[in-house]
Structure formats: C-alpha cells, structure tokens
Nanobody, 120 residues
Framework: QVQFVESGGGLVQPGGSLRLSCAAS????????MGWYRQAPGKQRELVAG???????DYQDSVKGRFTISRDNAKNTVYLQMNSLKPEDTAVYYC??????????????WGRGTQVTVSS
C-alpha cells in the first residue's frame, strides 16, 4: 500500500525558513524521481521542486534560489528546505513520485499534506 506522510509545516514570518519532510512507503522510492507539490486556496496543485533518483534537481522558477530539495534513499524520505519564505508560498505541501520532465504524479494517492503559512 502506497503512503506518503508529510510533516514540518507551520506558521512563519516572511523571510523565515522551514524544512519539510515526506516519508514514503510501498513505493519504489530509490528508483523514482520525487517531487514536492503545493496547493494554495483556490488554485490547482503545482509541482515546485523535483529530484531524480540519482540526485539531479529541478525547480519552479518562483522558488529557485530559495528552496532546496534533497532525498535520503536509506530512509525513503524526501526533504524540502525552504528559505526566504514569502506570503505567496502559503499552501498545503504534498509529495509524490512523478515522471521526470513532466509534472505528472506516478501514484494516485496523496498524503494529508503539511500546511505552510507565511504571514506577519
């Protein structure tokens, strides 16, 4: 059974930092690209950062230079270090495996996500 468990969100002031974690189970984690998605109120879910099975990374332009994605294959966990946070980063953040070069997720299920709120 595929499962994603996201954690690490919270309320932070503009300019602050957070580190998100996502533990995956039931997947072929070490062989699959992993992505962090986010969904803001009233908007579609979007892919913001991805990491290939061998560590190559890719970012949406809006987060380049501020977010860093990493993975620990031994722990089946992917991370998202978010610095210089802006109010427009406010969203629920999710992870999933995805098809490299696209934004399409591999697995139909989603975790509960973790809420990130950037506000003064």
């Amino acid at each position: 059974q595929v499962q994603f468990v996201e954690s690490g969100g919270g309320l932070v002031q503009p300019g602050g930092s957070l580190r998100l974690s996502c533990a995956a189970s039931g997947t072929m984690f070490r062989f699959q690209p992993m992505g962090w998605y986010r969904q803001a109120p009233g908007k579609q879910r979007e892919l913001v950062a991805g990491i290939g099975s061998e560590g190559i990374t890719d970012y949406q332009d809006s987060v380049k230079g501020r977010f860093t994605i990493s993975r620990d294959n031994a722990k089946n966990t992917v991370y998202l270090q978010m610095n210089s946070l802006k109010p427009e980063d406010t969203a629920v953040y999710y992870c999933n495996a995805y098809y490299w070069g696209t934004s399409r997720r591999i697995y139909d299920c989603w975790g509960r996500g973790t809420q990130v709120t950037v506000s003064s």
